[in-house]
């Protein structure tokens, strides 16, 4: 029993000693990594400082690189320094190969985003692409007023993009808001417009929404005055790269319109509006899901809405008074008597008006209101007066035997204006009453019945 535990004590003697040397061991070990990692080593290419490294074996990486890549052996143009005990910022692998290579003006690694065939942007690095996508949801995500908060659900481009990482000049890289904002823009893309049957260049111009200085820009040699139907017109088109889809929740203020109560007043002339009481919007806070396809909101759906202020309704009072002065676009009988001739071909000459007989002095009235035009004599009409009714209408009233009104004067409907004769060519006393629309000459008895 002793003896065994005299072995075991010295056991342990033993094993402690052992474990004093593999400390003092480990101790020599830390110390030698700590001189080890502060000591760097400065790069120079053609005795220019381009920055530190840790391990000299980068530089013979990104050499054995370039030369793969390049077929250049750029050994003879590379020192390397050792610094100890200096605490710098230092180059990885990647790092140190784009500042030798543009020191050296070779071609820079570049992160090239391809959609289809098409090259569309060359970025320095993937970060780049990342602040791309960023910039485009920015760009994509509405603004509209009152909007409190955007929550981005998803984010999609429905086209393949792929990326690689190519060597290009330096002067190739893109800024990414440019890009961006090419991306926004479409590419260009010529189409052919045919003329058809009844186009003018002014009615193509409306329909696809160019100018016509645009339409003129992309068919110099064609004169657009003469267009014919089947004729081939180039426009250009912007046409986006890809959509970019997004579900978005959109936390917002949003006003709700007031109500609007109209009260008729027949004392008040048509067409005349009283505000009696101002209304005024209320105010919901809303939350919706939204849809978007680039930039603009193709669906809505409302998850929530919570009116925080009341609309207050707005009453407005409307006049229906019809004014005797304005024109109401009917025409009243302008005197008694029986038609003893009709509008039309008549001894072959035009009939432009119908003529009512009637005795001598018998009251000529204003067929509807309006504007003496003329008041006087004139050739074949005899004594006449002609109305201008504002609407595209005008009246004449001929063969009078006394005019009561004069150029100039407002006339209400039903306004005695003259009184029957016989002046002018006539054969007996009768009113010649025409009514001309736009300039021609229409059936008065259509309107007067
Ligand atoms: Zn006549």
């Keep these: 029993m002793d003896f065994n535990l005299k072995r075991i004590l010295s056991k342990v003697e033993y094993n402690s000693l052992i474990g004093v040397l593999v400390g003092f061991a480990a101790t020599l070990l830390v110390l030698n990594i700590y001189i080890t990692s502060n000591s760097v080593f400065l790069v120079k290419v053609k005795g220019n400082e381009i920055g530190y490294i840790k391990g000299k074996e980068i530089v013979n990486i990104v050499e054995d690189k370039i030369k793969s890549t390049d077929g250049i052996d750029i050994a003879k143009d590379i020192e390397v320094v050792t610094y100890t005990n200096i605490k710098t910022a230092t180059l990885d692998e990647h790092q140190l190969e784009a500042k030798v290579r543009k020191e050296l003006g070779l071609k820079i690694p570049a992160y090239v985003v391809t959609i289809g065939n098409e090259k569309v942007a060359t970025l320095q690095n993937q970060k780049e692409y990342e602040s791309l996508l960023e910039t485009l949801k920015k760009r994509y995500t509405p603004n509209y007023s009152g909007i409190k908060n955007v929550e981005i659900n998803a984010f999609k481009i429905d086209q393949n993009i792929k990326t690689t990482v190519e060597f290009v000049n330096a002067n190739q890289i893109e800024d990414v808001d440019e890009v961006a904002e090419k991306i926004i823009k479409g590419r260009l893309k010529e189409e052919k417009y045919v003329v058809k049957e009844g186009d003018t260049i002014w009615k193509i111009t409306m329909d696809l929404g160019y100018s016509i200085d645009q ?178 209408y005008r009246t004449v009233y001929g063969h009078a035997s006394k005019l009561y009104v004069s150029e100039g004067t407002r006339v209400s409907k039903g306004q005695l204006i003259a009184a029957v004769g016989s002046t002018g060519r006539s054969t007996g006393p009768h009113l010649h009453f025409e009514v001309r629309k736009n300039g021609v000459p229409q059936n008065p008895l259509k309107y007067i019945k």
């Design 215 to 392: 339409i003129a820009s992309y068919n110099p040699s064609l004169n657009l005055e003469k267009i014919k139907p089947g004729q081939e017109i180039k426009i250009v088109k912007n046409e986006p790269y890809f959509n970019v889809e997004m579900e978005l929740t959109i936390a917002s203020n949003e006003e709700v319109p007031c109500d609007v109560e109209e009260i008729k007043d027949n004392q008040m002339a048509k067409g005349k509006t009283v505000v009696k009481q101002e209304g005024s919007n209320g105010l919901a806070e809303v939350r919706k899901k939204v849809k978007v396809v680039n930039g603009s909101i193709i669906d809505e759906t409302l998850l929530v809405s919570k009116l925080v202020k009341e609309p207050q309704k707005k009453v407005v009072v409307v006049g229906t008074k019809q004014s005797n002065l304005v024109a109401s676009g009917a025409f009243i009988r302008p005197s008694r008597g029986g038609i003893t001739s009709y509008f039309g071909r008549r001894w072959g000459r035009m009939h432009e008006g119908v003529d009512i007989g009637a005795p001598t002095g018998t009251p000529i009235h204003a067929a509807d209101a309006g504007k003496v035009v003329y008041s006087g004599w004139m050739s074949g009409y005899g004594k006449v007066i002609m109305i201008e009714h504002g609407n595209g």
